[in-house]
């Protein structure tokens, strides 16, 4: 009797099988994929415009900077979408040995303001790379095919959503 209770899978329990994945694939894709993020690729990218502070830099690099503007984004030796646009620059203080602050003749402070684009249902984790853009990062490396700094600090960060999605 226990030989008769096996049983086996025909056609119908295969088809059955097959939809009921293929239901389950549907509401996953739906939901993770393209539930909320295909209306989102409809609304358009964010445009997003931040400013990048670097401190103590050599005073010759304002010039040499300015005549490479603008410059493509780069990470880990590729284009990552975005321009460094301009560059402004800053007296760089020092403590004296007055132990007041005095003007670095030799340094400056400059003012690097990129333009990158973000999905619009995205904008509130913006990456450039693998860099998260947010206000008061400390440890931001500005990259691009000519310039290059290390330890930057996000100063503004100014979103553009398109039309459609405010």
Same mark, same amino acid.
């Given at each position: 009797?226990?030989?008769?209770?096996?049983?086996? &899978?025909?056609?119908?329990?295969?088809?059955?099988?097959?939809?009921? @994945?293929?239901? #389950?694939? &549907?509401?996953?894709?739906? #939901? *993770?994929?393209?539930? /909320?993020?295909?209306?989102?690729?409809?609304?358009?990218?964010?445009?997003?415009?931040?400013?990048?502070?670097?401190?103590?830099?050599?005073?010759? @690099?304002?010039?040499?900077?300015?005549?490479? *503007?603008?410059?493509?984004?780069?990470?880990?030796?590729?284009?990552?979408?975005?321009?460094? +646009?301009?560059?402004?620059?800053?007296?760089?203080?020092?403590?004296?040995? /007055?132990?007041?602050?005095?003007? /670095?003749? +030799?340094?400056?402070?400059?003012? &690097?303001?990129?333009?990158?684009?973000?999905?619009?249902?995205?904008?509130?984790?913006?990456?450039?790379?693998?860099?998260? =853009?947010?206000?008061?990062?400390? /440890?931001?490396?500005?990259?691009?095919?000519?310039?290059? &700094?290390?330890?930057?600090?996000?100063?503004? =960060?100014?979103?553009?959503?398109?039309?459609?999605?405010?």
């Amino acid at each position: 009797m226990e030989h008769n209770a096996k049983k086996r &899978f025909n056609i119908i329990d295969i088809i059955a099988v097959v939809l009921i @994945l293929a239901v #389950l694939a &549907f509401g996953a894709w739906k #939901l *993770l994929g393209s539930g /909320d993020g295909g209306a989102a690729g409809e609304t358009g990218m964010a445009k997003v415009t931040y400013v990048v502070r670097c401190e103590g830099v050599p005073a010759e @690099l304002y010039e040499t900077c300015q005549a490479h *503007l603008p410059s493509p984004l780069m990470a880990s030796g590729a284009l990552v979408g975005g321009q460094i +646009e301009a560059v402004e620059m800053e007296p760089y203080y020092v403590l004296g040995p /007055d132990g007041e602050w005095i003007e /670095d003749p +030799e340094h400056v402070t400059l003012y &690097f303001t990129a333009v990158t684009e973000t999905p619009a249902s995205e904008v509130m984790t913006t990456k450039v790379g693998d860099q998260e =853009v947010r206000i008061g990062k400390t /440890d931001y490396i500005l990259k691009s095919e000519y310039i290059e &700094f290390s330890e930057g600090t996000i100063v503004d =960060v100014q979103w553009e959503l398109p039309e459609s999605a405010e």
